[in-house]
């Protein structure tokens, strides 16, 4: 991932913990009639994380289930939405085995090449 | 301190120029969306409303309360500024600012009220201001063909005589009283002079309203 894609990220994912239903069209969603959305981030790449709410607690988490980009309105893999739904049914059937916190990834968390130190 | 807080601080803190730019424009451009939203569904319209208000189309309202959008203009904020009746306020801040702002993000934090439910215009201010009493009471309020020559300190209408020529400038026209201490010697010399002139059906006491009018 791009020092920016990742930037991006992050904030977006700062929205959603602090405030998840005030910014608008932050989550699309729920896709194709299943419990799946996506956010967005766009860039060179458009990535397009796929996440549920809960699904153990609604109120109060949301699981990130897979990650994936879009082109040209597709997403890649086409059948993304398919398969975060099956891995929101894994997390249902072992949350405490399926999932771990989210652990912030950052740009400088290792030198990487073209990075301003 | 939040754990989120925490986190962006760390995160920020690895000064890599380009990451924290991308991070707070992004954050940016989503504050915009939000509160763009926010002030209209605190004025309870829909995106028509605001398109009428801002005279825009509503798909562009629709455009801009999305926080993936990213070609803000300070024209296109002025005019929204304008259809909400607030101000828009554009400044340079530190990324410390940026990161200590996180926690703030809140519905309430981004409602401000439209003008004519602005609290400070409407609450009354304490400014010491000196007693001044403005009026003319009809009343008292003589005519001299185009002038009038008020007498606040009078209850009794003043018969005046219609020949008079008053010079300009004169006090004897139009004017305001003004009960200020500072003013009490003027009022007085004006009630003298009045109730002098009421009394001027005789030559003597016409001559002493020329007098004093010329002065």
Redesign the interface.
């Known amino acids: 991932m791009q020092k920016d894609e990742l930037a991006k990220l992050n904030q977006k994912l700062d929205m959603l913990r602090r405030e998840p239903e005030l910014p608008p069209q932050l989550l699309a969603g729920p896709l194709e009639g299943k419990p799946i959305h996506k956010l967005r981030i766009n860039g060179r790449v458009a990535l397009r994380p796929m996440l549920c709410k809960g699904p153990i607690n609604n109120d109060s988490e949301f699981t990130l289930l897979m990650g994936a980009t879009e082109k040209d309105r597709v997403l890649i893999p086409e059948d993304a939405i398919d398969q975060a739904a099956d891995r929101r049914r894994e997390v249902i059937a072992n949350p405490n085995g399926r999932r771990t916190p989210h652990e912030r990834v950052t740009w400088g968390t290792e030198e990487r090449p073209g990075a301003e130190r | 301190m939040s754990e ?1 807080l925490g ?2 601080k ?2 920020l803190g ?7 730019h ?2 707070a424009n ?2 940016l451009n ?1 504050l915009i ?2 509160q763009i ?2 002030l209209r569904e605190q004025r309870v319209w829909r995106q028509e409303d605001l398109a009428a208000n801002a005279e825009m189309h509503q798909p562009m309202i629709s455009r801009y ?4 959008y ?1 070609s803000w203009s300070i024209k296109t904020l002025k005019q929204l500024a304008l259809a909400f009746d607030v101000i828009l306020e554009v400044k340079f801040r530190s990324f410390g600012d940026m990161v200590r702002g ?2 703030e ?3 309430e934090s981004l409602q401000v009220p439209k003008f004519s439910d602005d609290p400070f215009f409407k609450i009354k201010h304490s400014v010491k201001r000196p007693k001044i009493r403005l009026g003319i009471r009809a009343r008292n309020v003589g005519q001299v063909g185009a002038f009038k020559v008020v007498t606040p300190l009078t209850d009794r209408p003043i018969q005046l005589p219609l020949q008079w020529d008053l010079p300009v400038g004169s006090k004897l026209g139009p004017q305001l009283v003004n009960n200020s201490p500072q003013h009490q010697q003027e009022n007085a010399s004006i009630r003298d002079l009045s109730m002098k002139a009421a009394a001027a059906s005789s030559g003597a006491g016409r001559e002493y309203v020329r007098q004093q009018a010329s002065r």
């Open positions: 989120l986190e962006l760390s995160d690895l000064n890599d120029k380009e990451y924290r991308t991070y992004e954050r989503g969306a939000t939203k926010v309360e999305n926080v993936n990213s996180v926690d993000f809140s519905r």
